[in-house]
T-cell receptor
Framework: GAVVSQHPSRVICKSGTSVKIECRSL??????MFWYRQFPKQSLMLMAT?????????EQGVEKDKFLINHASLTLSTLTVTSAHPEDSSFYIC????????????FGEGSRLTVL | GENVEQHPSTLSVQEGDSAVIKCTHS??????FPWYKQELGKRPQLIID?????GEKKDQRIAVTLNKTAKHFSLHITETQPEDSAVYFC?????????????FGTGTSLTVIP
């Protein structure tokens, strides 16, 4: 199947700093990527839909100035957590749908963010 | 928008028994229903999916059923094995060639007791 790579897998940062997480589709083009946040033992909460060449669509309650999303190419989307605080600590997962495929959603490995 | 409910939140079964996880969704426009398995600290992996024009689909020990009218869909795992232990998520999506969003259930933590 298609491969989605997410980097970094783990990051620890100080409160007030910004962290960038990358999501790449390695062997297919993805016009749309999705960013999720997952708390321990909970479900995947959709944060935003990242569209190549246009602005991301954020879900209700997600601060767009806090979670900056850029989808500059058909294979790369980035999520930047700006001015991170301890409550931003979470597991962030991206996913992508193969533009030419059957609609299956492929997930990245996830990024564990810890804000001290 | 779409709302997906999933039950139970936790499920323990003896090895060899069957496990059933049920989901309901609210948007009749949803036409694609995948199921994902997520092991601890790992990415969700698609295990089976079903489209709205099909009532049942089976892949070895895993089967999914869909009641389109009632907006119910279920995952059935037979002859469970310890390696089936994981969190399972159902999802609903309105799929088109131009794009779609996926809405996930709250997850079911399955434990298979050896």
């Amino acid at each position: 199947g298609a491969v989605v790579s997410q980097h970094p897998s783990r990051v620890i940062c100080k409160s007030g700093t910004s962290v960038k997480i990358e999501c790449r589709s390695l062997d297919f083009q993805a016009t749309t990527m999705f960013w999720y946040r997952q708390f321990p033992k909970q479900s995947l909460m959709l944060m935003a839909t990242s569209n190549e060449g246009s602005k991301a669509t954020y879900e209700q309650g997600v601060e767009k100035d806090k979670f900056l999303i850029n989808h500059a190419s058909l294979t790369l989307s980035t999520l930047t957590v700006t001015s991170a605080h301890p409550e931003d600590s979470s597991f962030y997962i991206c996913s992508a749908r193969d533009r030419e495929g059957t609609g299956e959603l492929f997930f990245g490995e996830g990024s564990r963010l810890t804000v001290l | 928008g779409e709302n997906v409910e999933q039950h139970p939140s936790t499920l323990s079964v003896q090895e060899g028994d069957s496990a059933v996880i049920k989901c309901t969704h609210s948007d009749s426009a949803s036409n694609y229903f995948p199921w994902y398995k997520q092991e601890l600290g790992k990415r969700p992996q698609l295990i089976i999916d079903i489209r709205s024009n099909v009532g049942e689909k089976k892949d070895q020990r895993i089967a999914v059923t869909l009641n389109k009218t009632a907006k119910h869909f279920s995952l059935h795992i037979t002859e469970t094995q310890p390696e089936d232990s994981a969190v399972y998520f159902c999802a609903a999506s309105f799929w088109t060639n131009t794009g779609n969003q996926f809405y996930f259930g709250t997850g079911t933590s399955l434990t298979v007791i050896p």
